[in-house]
């Protein structure tokens, strides 16, 4: 059962700007704070952003004044602007339902994610 669904990414100069988007099932979208991760080659998948049902956001200190998460509720869909982008931006983009306790955690099964390449 496939329960996210990532779009949007692609090969971009730095200092340009991609939007992804996660279609996301409804049981874990409906719920559920929504963050987008990404993982760079050899490199751990780390959090960038988080959204929770009503709309407050978080951001990792790395991507805070460029990146901007946001959500639809009527089409289970999350997005995320990502402006001023760097070349340590490359990584593979991933959305998950979390649950934000003590530490965010993802809730549901990674999709495929979708590739974000800046080149310098």
């Known amino acids: 059962q496939v329960q996210f669904v990532e779009s949007g990414g692609g090969l971009v100069q730095a200092g340009g700007s991609l939007r992804l988007s996660c279609a996301a099932s409804l049981n874990m979208f409906r719920n559920s704070a929504m963050g987008w991760y990404r993982q760079a080659p050899e490199k751990q998948r780390e959090l960038v952003a988080t959204?929770?049902?009503?709309?407050?956001?978080n951001y990792a200190d790395s991507v805070k004044g460029r990146f901007t998460i946001s959500r639809d509720n009527a089409k289970n869909t999350v997005y995320l602007q990502m402006n001023s982008l760097k070349p340590e931006d490359t990584a593979l983009y991933y959305c998950?339902?979390?649950?934000?306790?003590?530490?965010?955690?993802?809730?549901?099964?990674w999709g495929q994610g979708t590739q974000v390449t800046v080149s310098s």
């Open positions: 998950n339902a979390v649950i934000m306790a003590a530490a965010t955690i993802p809730l549901g099964s």
């Open positions: 959204i929770t049902r009503g709309g407050s956001t």
